[in-house]
């Protein structure tokens, strides 16, 4: 089974705060995906890659960058933290596409005060 | 364009009652289909998929789903539910145009009364 780890596990930050979420997969998939997910909307793609120091632009990007530095390691940050990225954000790895299933992490509970 | 569309937010069932989770998309091309399960404080699992053969698919814990081209749906089915069967069900597309990206629809939540 695919391994997608995410930390931290939980984050409060105050508004213009610094954010940094992590995400490592161990599987050598090529596919990385950072969502958040809140009521109502389901999961939303903010930002995916294809390999090391690709970077693909999601549906919902504003207010966010990414980095995929590794084969293994995608990060998302958040350089100006906002009340409205408060969420629960899901990472989530691919071999290929198509058919090919994502495997998720845990998730990342952020609030911004 | 490519959408998917989960028409119920919330369904509620008995427990040993049968189940279905509707799920209609549009895809412009051929079209990978997946449901996912979140059971609550979770990340999503894979229930199951499909994308070519036969149109009706096994999954996991006795889910099955039919996939209809003519009526673009991806119907999840259950013939007795358990509550522990209770979580968030997506409906996910990813289709051979643009295909890294997959498409959510906004998740249809079970309820089962014990």
């Known amino acids: 089974e695919a391994a997608v780890t995410q930390s931290p596990r939980n984050k409060v930050t105050v508004t213009g705060g610094n954010v940094t979420l992590s995400c490592r997969q161990t599987n050598s998939h090529n596919y990385m995906y950072w969502y958040r997910q809140d009521t109502g909307h389901g999961l939303r793609l903010i930002h995916y890659?294809?390999?090391?120091?690709?970077?693909q632009i999601g549906d919902v990007p504003d207010g966010y960058k990414a980095t995929r530095t590794t084969q293994e390691d995608f990060f998302l940050l958040l350089e100006l933290a906002s009340p409205s990225q408060t969420s629960l954000y899901f990472c989530?790895?691919?071999?290929?596409?198509?058919?090919?299933?994502?495997?998720f992490g845990p998730g990342t509970r952020l609030l911004v005060l | 364009a490519q959408s998917v569309t989960q028409p119920d937010a919330r369904v509620t069932v008995s427990e040993g009652a049968s189940l279905q989770l509707r799920c209609k998309y549009s895809s412009s091309g051929t079209p990978y289909l997946f449901w996912y399960v979140q059971y609550p404080r979770q990340g999503l699992q894979l229930l199951l998929k499909y994308y070519s053969g036969d149109p009706v698919v096994q999954g996991v814990n006795g889910f099955e789903a039919e996939f209809s081209k003519s009526n673009s749906s991806f119907h999840l089915r259950k013939a007795s539910v358990h509550w522990s069967d209770s979580a968030v069900y997506f409906c996910v597309l990813s289709a051979d145009t643009n295909a890294y990206k997959v498409i959510f629809g906004k998740g249809t939540h079970l309820h089962v009364l014990p």
């Open positions: 890659s294809y390999g090391a120091g690709n970077l």
């Open positions: 989530a790895s691919r071999r290929d596409w198509g058919e090919d299933t994502q495997y």
